[in-house]
């Protein structure tokens, strides 16, 4: 099913009148079937989204429409999604088996199907030996495996995931990802995955939206989202290790970089944020010169710390093409993986 | 003026801030005293902590409340388990005629009037009171309940609707009484007022006065007991639901439970620990039930001209002390320790009871 939010907007008033813009004017349209990703910094909105996809929270404005049907008013429980929220909300009175089968419970299911699906679900995310405990006795993660067997065991039609995996240790964190992904597939339910692992949101996603401060900052396949970033803030946000970000300055369309000529580009003179990720740098005799200020090994690949206008700007290289005697290094970059924006709106000015 | 009130407000600001200081530097000063004694105690070995064992300071620390209940719980009770031995024992000039075991308890158990009705009365204290806690307790915590439930989702208004729910709690229980008896009254009472309204006859319909039926002037008891008692379980109600976390009646509603479910399923539960406390603590009260009857029907415990009698155990015990048969204080103290036993193994039920039920 298609779920659409239209200029979606919610402000919240505390008792002094203060207004907190937590989201803003949100247009999104996702795909009947897709995984997307909701991808953003602590406090931008990104739960509050979810409430509001979920009926849990009413919009200030705007419209949510699920295929056809305007929902917007519609109370939470006549929309048949699935939650996980970000802190579980497990019953804590209720043993696991218990707060999996009560969704099952509120719906016509037979008593013998509702307890086989209970028991498969709890298999599936690896809880089926603590179905009799209560979730006080588990650890995090394992509450967290029961909130998602529980949003997923009444088969929604659309799934809302608040950051489902933060808990877990980084081995089942990835397993999770897989498992999520392959329940997603299976079962074709359009999915929200709310998370600030940019690296998670990347490998799960079949689409990404990026929000800061309420706002929608891109809205792109994982893939394109890294290579084309729409602005300095995506940029920055995706990628590790980050961006190198620094201060440039563009004449007669040349891109001038420690008072040298670094390279052609076609816009007006001016100052530009330059982006320019670590791991596209290139180890080239004929490249631009830069003096290395400290080298790193790790493993692989080799990082290559040195000045660009002042800044620090760290290479990630090829650990056979640079020696550790080495005073200078010269490093290319290719000309699509500079990226140039827009000092004061922060938008890309050489892509897309 | 503006500007005068600005600085006042300021100069305030600026002496509270003074004082705050002091306080924290007195603190600070003490504490730093507090920790040479103690270093210079540890050199020398005298710390007074490590000297005395954590019940000795525990005991120090509670020897207040102690001293107290002591005097005015322990003491009596004590007293009352030796008076029980006493055979015909006379307060006014303290003599007894000898000792007995059980001769006081068999007196109270075969007492007519106790359990058993006497010949010209329809009831007894302990069926009195027995029908008092078991109709009113059930029905007032449930109706405690649902008010509780009910307040809490409502918005406008709220706290007028919370003060107006408390209020009997406040209000003495004499005078309720008396406003009860009013309005039950035969004549011009607003009961048989409101009842006439819809055609019922009411012409001699007598709730608490001169030959009302057991059964109308039990339920006026009833009925007062309950209203009596409904504000302070919904205070203690409404406080712990709204204690409850808002994400779980969220995660209820993302399920799609129904309002009544989530009422049994996920209220109660919750605050299945406060309920127990409210049902035990009500059972014990609704037991030692006395102010109410005398405040509806009199010291006699009874409308006049009736052949029943409305007497609760605690009654029957008092008349002992004050009434008609003033005096054997045996007698009395076995009583109270028959209702004490009554309450004891009916806690202990409910205990049991709460274990499989009560979610801690
Ligand atoms: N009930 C509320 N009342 C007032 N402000 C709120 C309320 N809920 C959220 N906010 C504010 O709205 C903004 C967005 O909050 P939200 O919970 O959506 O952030 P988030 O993206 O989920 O963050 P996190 O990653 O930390 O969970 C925050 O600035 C927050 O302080
Ligand atoms: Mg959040």
């Given at each position: 099913?298609?779920?659409?939010?239209?200029?979606?907007?919610?402000?919240?008033?505390?008792?002094?009148?203060?207004?907190?813009?937590?989201?803003?004017?949100?247009?999104?349209?996702?795909?009947?079937?897709?995984?997307?990703?909701?991808?953003?910094?602590?406090?931008?909105?990104?739960?509050?989204?979810?409430?509001?996809?979920?009926?849990?929270?009413?919009?200030?404005?705007?419209?949510?429409?699920?295929?056809?049907?305007?929902?917007?008013?519609?109370?939470?429980?006549?929309?048949?999604?699935?939650?996980?929220?970000?802190?579980?909300?497990?019953y804590p009175h209720m043993t696991v088996f218990k707060n999996i089968l009560f969704p099952l419970e509120n719906m016509d299911v037979p008593r013998d199907e509702a307890f086989?699906?209970?028991?498969?679900?709890?298999?599936?995310?690896?809880?089926?030996?603590?179905?009799?405990?209560?979730?006080?006795?588990?650890?995090?993660?394992?509450?967290?495996?029961?909130?998602?067997?529980?949003?997923?065991?009444?088969?929604?039609?659309?799934?809302?995931?608040?950051?489902?995996?933060?808990?877990?240790?980084?081995?089942?964190?990835?397993?999770?990802?897989?498992?999520?992904?392959?329940?997603?597939?299976?079962?074709?339910?359009?999915?929200?995955?709310?998370?600030?692992?940019?690296?998670?949101?990347?490998?799960?996603?079949?689409?990404?939206?990026?929000?800061?401060?309420?706002?929608?900052?891109?809205?792109?396949?994982?893939?394109?989202?890294?290579?084309?970033?729409?602005?300095?803030?995506?940029?920055?946000?995706?990628?590790?290790?980050?961006?190198?970000?620094?201060?440039?300055?563009?004449?007669?369309?040349?891109?001038?970089?420690?008072?040298?000529?670094?390279?052609?580009?076609?816009?007006?003179?001016?100052?530009?944020?330059?982006?320019?990720?670590?791991?596209?740098?290139?180890?080239?005799?004929?490249?631009?010169?830069?003096?290395?200020?400290?080298?790193?090994?790790?493993?692989?690949?080799?990082?290559?710390?040195?000045?660009?206008?002042?800044?620090?700007?760290?290479?990630?290289?090829?650990?056979?093409?640079?020696?550790?005697?080495?005073?200078?290094?010269?490093?290319?970059?290719?000309?699509?993986?500079?990226?140039?924006?827009?000092?004061?709106?922060?938008?890309?000015?050489?892509?897309? | 003026?503006?500007?005068?009130?600005?600085?006042?407000?300021?100069?305030?600001?600026?002496?509270?801030?003074?004082?705050?200081?002091?306080?924290?530097?007195?603190?600070?000063?003490?504490?730093?005293?507090?920790?040479?004694?103690?270093?210079?105690?540890?050199?020398?070995?005298?710390?007074?902590?490590?000297?005395?064992?954590?019940?000795?300071?525990?005991?120090?620390?509670?020897?207040?409340?102690?001293?107290?209940?002591?005097?005015?719980?322990?003491?009596?009770?004590?007293?009352?388990?030796?008076?029980?031995?006493?055979?015909?024992?006379?307060?006014?000039?303290?003599?007894?005629?000898?000792?007995?075991?059980?001769?006081?308890?068999?007196?109270?158990?075969?007492?007519?009037?106790?359990?058993?009705?006497?010949?010209?009365?329809?009831?007894?204290?302990?069926?009195?009171?027995?029908?008092?806690?078991?109709?009113?307790?059930?029905?007032?915590?449930?109706?405690?309940?649902?008010?509780?439930?009910?307040?809490?989702?409502?918005?406008?208004?709220?706290?007028?609707?919370?003060?107006?729910?408390?209020?009997?709690?406040?209000?003495?229980?004499?005078?309720?009484?008396?406003?009860?008896?009013?309005?039950?009254?035969?004549?011009?009472?607003?009961?048989?007022?409101?009842?006439?309204?819809?055609?019922?006859?009411?012409?001699?319909?007598?709730?608490?006065?001169?030959?009302?039926?057991?059964?109308?002037?039990?339920?006026?008891?009833?009925?007062?007991?309950?209203?009596?008692?409904?504000?302070?379980?919904?205070?203690?109600?409404?406080?712990?639901?709204?204690?409850?976390?808002?994400?779980?009646?969220?995660?209820?509603?993302?399920?799609?439970?129904?309002?009544?479910?989530?009422?049994?399923?996920?209220?109660?539960?919750?605050?299945?620990?406060?309920?127990?406390?409210?049902?035990?603590?009500?059972?014990?009260?609704?037991?030692?039930?006395?102010?109410?009857?005398?405040?509806?029907?009199?010291?006699?415990?009874?409308?006049?001209?009736?052949?029943?009698?409305?007497?609760?155990?605690?009654?029957?015990?008092?008349?002992?002390?004050?009434?008609?048969?003033?005096?054997?204080?045996?007698?009395?103290?076995?009583?109270?320790?028959?209702?004490?036993?009554?309450?004891?193994?009916?806690?202990?039920?409910?205990?049991?009871?709460?274990?499989?039920?009560?979610?801690?």
């Amino acid at each position: 099913m298609e779920l659409r939010l239209e200029n979606l907007t919610k402000i919240f008033t505390n008792k002094n009148g203060q207004e907190t813009k937590a989201v803003d004017s949100l247009d999104i349209t996702i795909e009947s079937g897709t995984l997307v990703g909701l991808l953003g910094p602590s406090g931008c909105g990104k739960s509050t989204t979810l409430f509001m996809i979920a009926g849990l929270v009413k919009p200030t404005t705007g419209k949510i429409f699920f295929g056809d049907d305007d929902v917007t008013k519609l109370a939470p429980e006549k929309r048949g999604i699935g939650l996980v929220f970000q802190n579980y909300a497990l019953y804590p009175h209720m043993t696991v088996f218990k707060n999996i089968l009560f969704p099952l419970e509120n719906m016509d299911v037979p008593r013998d199907e509702a307890f086989e699906r209970v028991k498969a679900m709890a298999n599936l995310v690896g809880i089926g030996e603590l179905l009799d405990r209560k979730p006080s006795q588990l650890s995090g993660g394992q509450q967290q495996r029961v909130a998602i067997a529980r949003a997923l065991v009444k088969k929604p039609r659309v799934l809302l995931l608040d950051e489902p995996l933060s808990n877990l240790d980084a081995r089942l964190r990835l397993q999770m990802r897989e498992e999520i992904k392959r329940i997603q597939r299976e079962t074709g339910i359009t999915t929200i995955f709310v998370t600030h692992d940019q690296e998670e949101a990347m490998s799960i996603s079949d689409k990404m939206v990026v929000l800061d401060f309420g706002k929608e900052q891109q809205y792109d396949p994982p893939q394109d989202m890294y290579n084309s970033p729409d602005n300095l803030f995506v940029a920055k946000f995706l990628g590790n290790p980050p961006i190198n970000s620094f201060e440039a300055e563009v004449k007669n369309k040349k891109l001038i970089i420690n008072e040298k000529p670094f390279m052609q580009v076609n816009i007006p003179d001016g100052l530009y944020d330059v982006g320019m990720r670590p791991e596209n740098f290139r180890v080239k005799e004929d490249g631009f010169q830069t003096t290395v200020k400290e080298i790193f090994h790790i493993g692989r690949d080799t990082m290559i710390h040195f000045d660009f206008n002042g800044k620090n700007v760290r290479a990630l290289v090829d650990s056979e093409s640079i020696n550790d005697k080495q005073k200078t290094v010269n490093l290319t970059i290719k000309t699509e993986r500079v990226y140039l924006f827009d000092k004061q709106t922060g938008k890309v000015v050489n892509h897309g | 003026m503006g500007n005068l009130f600005k600085n006042a407000k300021r100069f305030l600001i600026k002496i509270g801030n003074v004082i705050k200081n002091i306080f924290w530097n007195i603190r600070r000063i003490l504490n730093n005293y507090k920790r040479k004694i103690s270093n210079f105690l540890d050199k020398k070995r005298l710390n007074p902590a490590g000297k005395f064992p954590g019940w000795a300071k525990a005991l120090l620390y509670l020897s207040p409340a102690l001293i107290v209940l002591a005097i005015f719980t322990f003491w009596p009770i004590i007293n009352s388990f030796a008076l029980v031995v006493y055979e015909n024992y006379n307060m006014s000039n303290n003599t007894i005629t000898g000792y007995t075991l059980f001769g006081n308890f068999i007196r109270v158990l075969t007492d007519e009037s106790f359990i058993v009705p006497a010949s010209h009365t329809a009831s007894s204290a302990v069926i009195n009171t027995l029908i008092i806690v078991f109709i009113s307790v059930p029905i007032s915590i449930f109706l405690a309940l649902a008010i509780s439930v009910a307040l809490n989702s409502i918005k406008p208004l709220k706290s007028f609707f919370q003060t107006i729910y408390f209020l009997p709690y406040v209000t003495n229980t004499i005078a309720i009484g008396l406003v009860f008896a009013y309005m039950f009254k035969t004549d011009g009472g607003l009961v048989n007022e409101f009842l006439s309204f819809f055609g019922i006859q009411t012409d001699g319909l007598s709730w608490v006065e001169s030959n009302a039926v057991y059964w109308r002037s039990m339920f006026v008891l009833i009925f007062y007991s309950i209203w009596a008692s409904l504000a302070f379980k919904i205070m203690v109600f409404l406080t712990s639901i709204q204690g409850i976390d808002k994400q779980y009646y969220q995660a209820a509603a993302i399920d799609a439970t129904p309002k009544g479910r989530i009422f049994s399923k996920i209220t109660v539960p919750l605050i299945s620990p406060m309920i127990f406390y409210i049902t035990v603590t009500s059972v014990i009260g609704a037991f030692k039930i006395y102010n109410a009857i005398v405040a509806l029907f009199g010291v006699t415990g009874a409308p006049p001209g009736v052949s029943y009698n409305l007497q609760s155990i605690v009654m029957y015990i008092y008349q002992f002390i004050d009434g008609s048969n003033a005096g054997n204080l045996s007698v009395a103290a076995a009583g109270s320790l028959i209702l004490f036993a009554i309450i004891l193994v009916l806690t202990i039920v409910q205990m049991q009871v709460s274990k499989k039920r009560v979610h801690y």
